[in-house]
């Protein structure tokens, strides 16, 4: 990203070139800008792109020039709707760039950059010159705009070149200091370039007090032309843009793209391989194990056929309501295979390896994983909870995930298996991964969403409301601990263990439940916003009721007084 | 005086005692809430017990 960033070009690629940096620190912008609107925004600085304070802006907004700008860069973020940038030109000609709202899933990547140039067209002599005199943002919500730069030639800052000899309108070599600034060429009499082109001012003199080396000469190199000081050439001044301009935001989205698909097709790839090695190898397991079976050649490819169909669902059940059901489904497999082989396979050759392995898989991979030091039974509670807090701290964001990934695929209902300090550990991650939303991938963040029962959204509603609300901060620290012990219940959600901590936060204290209240920031617009959607439907199951009752018992007494 | 104030809570107590089936269904609803749904529904709920609560004799 950093490479599609509109950083200003600070070298002086056209004689008189003048670069104008607004970085909206304060409301006094740089000279030759007007704005439209928009306040200086210092609320949520380098985020969404920004460098320190930015422009805030929630309507429509012009940035108009005074001078003739061929070039402008800046950057728009934390743009929920769909948005547009129009240029105007000093041709009377206009253009608008439509784009679509920008993700939030990652504040630090949501923004886009703009940058228009006109800089190759103007150098053409064939073109009319064509400049930007102003630009709109078109935006319907708040949004950040920053680091602006604009490009315009200031032409009394050019110095006088004249067609006169060089001995004549230059200075001497030796009275220029060296800038190391490469932007001079030089040719011979033939027109042919100097080798060491692109020269610096004093270079460019040296050579031309030389005899040997002049201005630009027209021709291929064996013409002799007339002697002509000409600072820049096109070309060159093009190749040096492009190397400090680097590849341009689509080149560079096109080789992302490239690069994902080859790495997709490779991780196909080798995942195909795996899983045929896998299937051999089961395979060969069965053979083996029927090996000593009389059972005729045909009856034995099937018998292994359904084995193996067999073990691959058995892998994808994880929920323990359906491992509860295998035992049925293995009875009645041994049926099968007694019916296949003539009654002469042993129950226990076949079934009990396959049940086993449901059993055992899942939370010795997270014991496996979770690499906590021993904890010695004499150590207090406070100090093993210090072992594991130094334990959590020092993991990656990636071993963060790994482990909660492993706890959604042993299913959380399966971690009352595991030691009790391992529980503290998988508590310990996830309210890691919650604290840190903002630096997980939106991939890992719907890995976090699946332990938690909840939707992606709501991650990062609950990461908020931690800071806010005590409940939901307790919610989070208990939630592992309250989830293994309520695992046999339905739809166990994290929305029920804030349910519960209320419950018991107003068992402890009634009064202060409800006068404790910080209405600071609650507007009508916005009720219900920082709440899960998973809260949101418990709620409506529990208020709906308690008001349609309440309006069948006024009907009743009504009824009843009538009467 | 004293007995004025003194029937009044009892009439109170009365009247609240009507509503228990409400305010238990509307404590429930609070606690299943969160934020700023949470505290707005908590505090709606005792502005309106409050002003039921006054406006007693006006209702009658």
């Known amino acids: 990203m950093v490479l599609l960033a509109p950083f200003p070009v600070f070298a002086e690629e056209v004689p008189g070139e003048v670069t104008i940096n607004e970085d909206f620190s304060d409301d006094t912008y740089q000279d030759g800008l007007t704005v439209s609107g928009g306040a200086i925004y210092c609320g949520e600085q380098d985020q969404y792109g920004t460098i320190g304070c930015s422009l805030g802006i929630n309507s429509s907004t012009t940035f108009e020039f005074s001078e003739d700008v061929y070039e402008v860069g800046f950057l728009v973020g934390a743009v929920n709707q769909a948005y547009s940038v129009k240029y105007y030109y000093a041709d009377g000609t206009d253009e608008t760039i439509e784009k679509s709202g920008q993700s939030n899933t990652d504040f630090s990547t949501m923004y886009d950059t703009f940058y228009k140039s006109f800089t190759d067209y103007n150098n053409d002599e064939a073109n009319t010159d064509k400049f930007i005199t102003k630009f709109e943002v078109n935006v319907s919500d708040p949004t950040v705009f920053d680091t602006l730069y604009w490009q315009y030639v200031d032409e009394s800052t050019i110095p006088t070149t004249t067609t006169t000899t060089t001995s004549t309108t230059l200075p001497k070599a030796e009275e220029v200091v060296e800038d190391g600034i490469t932007t001079y060429l030089a040719w011979d009499e033939n027109g042919c370039e100097h080798p060491n082109n692109p020269l610096s001012y004093k270079q460019y003199l040296e050579a031309v007090e030389s005899g040997n080396w002049f201005g630009y000469q027209p021709g291929d190199c064996s013409d002799i032309p007339d002697v002509v000081v000409d600072i820049i050439e096109e070309e060159i001044e093009e190749e040096i843009e492009e190397i400090e301009e680097g590849p341009t935001e689509e080149e560079l989205l096109e080789l992302e793209r490239i690069a994902e698909e080859e790495r997709i097709a490779e991780e196909k790839r080798i995942q195909a391989e795996i899983d045929a090695e896998l299937e051999a190898l089961e395979e060969a397991e069965i053979l083996a194990e029927l090996e000593d079976l009389d059972i005729p050649e045909e009856e034995v490819q099937e018998l292994v056929d359904f084995i193996q169909e067999f073990e691959d669902i058995v892998e994808v059940i994880e929920i323990p309501e359906e491992i509860i059901e295998i035992p049925d489904e293995i009875i009645i497999i041994e049926e099968i295979i007694e019916e296949v082989i003539d009654e002469e396979v042993d129950e226990e050759v076949l079934v009990e390896p396959i049940q086993k392995d449901v059993e055992e898989k899942p939370t010795e991979e997270l014991e496996e994983i979770i690499e906590i030091e021993i904890i010695e039974e004499d150590l207090t509670e406070e100090e093993v909870a210090e072992v594991i807090e130094e334990y959590v701290e020092e993991l990656e964001t990636e071993e963060v995930i790994e482990i909660i990934e492993e706890v959604v695929e042993t299913g959380i209902d399966n971690l009352d298996q595991v030691s009790e300090e391992v529980q503290e550990v998988i508590q310990a991650v996830v309210e890691e991964a919650i604290e840190d939303i903002e630096e997980l991938t939106e991939e890992q963040v719907e890995v976090v969403a699946e332990v938690l029962s909840v939707e992606t959204d709501d991650v990062e509603i609950i990461a908020e409301q931690i800071e806010k609300d005590e409940v939901i901060a307790e919610a989070v620290e208990e939630y592992v601990e309250r989830a293994i012990e309520n695992k046999d219940v339905e739809d166990y959600t994290f929305s029920d263990v804030v349910v519960e901590v209320q419950y018991e936060a107003f068992l402890e204290n009634p009064i202060e439940t409800f006068i404790d209240l910080d209405l600071e920031g609650i507007s009508i617009d916005n009720i219900g916003d920082d709440m899960t959607s998973d809260q949101k439907e418990k709620a409506q199951e529990v208020v709906v009721p308690v008001i349609l009752t309440r309006i069948a018992s006024m009907s009743a007494f009504m009824f009843r007084k009538s009467i | ?60």
Do not use: D, P, Y
């Not at chain 2, 409400?22 to 969160?34: E, K, R, S, Y």
């Not at chain 2, 709606?44 to 406006?55: K, R, S």
């Open chain 2, 1 to 60: 005086m004293i007995k004025k104030i003194w029937n009044w809570l009892i009439t109170i107590i009365k009247e609240t005692l009507n509503l228990s089936w409400t305010l238990v269904g509307l404590v429930i609803a609070t606690l299943t809430l969160t934020g700023s749904a949470q505290q707005i529904t908590g505090l709606a709920t005792i502005i309106t017990l409050a002003v039921w609560l006054l406006t007693i004799g006006f209702r009658k």
